[in-house]
């Protein structure tokens, strides 16, 4: 099946900056989602985004879907943004996402 | 609009009791996922359902039950719990698979 690959695994930023988070995927996908998981659990929807790019805020997104890779800028971070991003793609045309293991990131004050 | 609603929020259970986590939506979606997420992991696909009566496995079925017989709701059937099912689980639908998906808030189980 599909393999979903994130990067970093772990991030550590000083409020205020940037960030890029990249997510691969093995083979091509047609839907691609990112999402945040809050410190108390929950996933919360950042984008939905098969191919170019989104922005909402601080926030955007980019699917190359052609070259399989998906990017999430954060920028001008706040502790607000600490939690665990995650990607999640199909594993083919009508099948569920498949979740890679996640960027952790914290965001210090 | 409350989306996808998992009960409960929490539980402990002893090994070899059985347990229904519930999951319901309101958006008239066809597609419902199970998935857990063990500590510092990704989520899993437990069991899916394209619409009502069709349920299909997903990595790591071993050890549930679910069932599809409305729209509305996908419940996860636990038989005999063991400490190996420990996790968190989280319910999900979409329209279609080319389409978002929402998530419950999650059902934290702990297996003793």
């Known amino acids: 099946g599909i393999q979903v690959e994130q990067s970093p695994p772990d991030l550590i930023l000083q409020e205020g900056a940037n960030s890029t988070l990249r997510c691969n995927f093995s083979d091509s996908v047609n839907n691609l989602q990112w999402f945040h998981q809050n410190p108390w659990g929950q996933l919360i929807n950042l984008f939905y985004i098969p191919s170019g790019t989104k922005q909402n805020g601080r926030l955007s997104a980019t699917t190359v879907a052609t070259e399989r890779y998906s990017l999430l800028y954060i920028s001008s971070s706040q502790t607000t943004d600490s939690g665990v991003y995650f990607c999640a793609g199909p594993n083919s045309g009508n099948t569920p996402l498949v979740f890679g293991k996640g960027t952790r990131l914290s965001v210090i004050a | 609009n409350a989306g996808v609603t998992q009960t409960p929020k929490f539980r402990i259970l002893k090994i070899g009791q059985s347990m229904t986590l519930q999951c319901a939506q309101d958006m008239n979606h066809n597609y419902m996922y199970w998935y857990r997420q063990d500590p510092g992991m990704g989520l899993k696909l437990i069991y899916y359902s394209v619409g009502a009566g069709i349920t299909d496995k997903g990595e790591v079925p071993n050890g549930y039950n679910v069932s599809r017989s409305t729209t509305e709701d996908f419940p996860l059937r636990l038989e005999l719990a063991a400490p190996s099912q420990t996790s968190v689980y989280f319910c999900?639908?979409?329209?279609?698979?080319?389409?978002?998906?929402?998530f419950g808030q999650g059902t934290r189980l702990t297996v003793v």
């Open positions: 999900a639908s979409s329209l279609n698979t080319n389409t978002e998906a929402f």
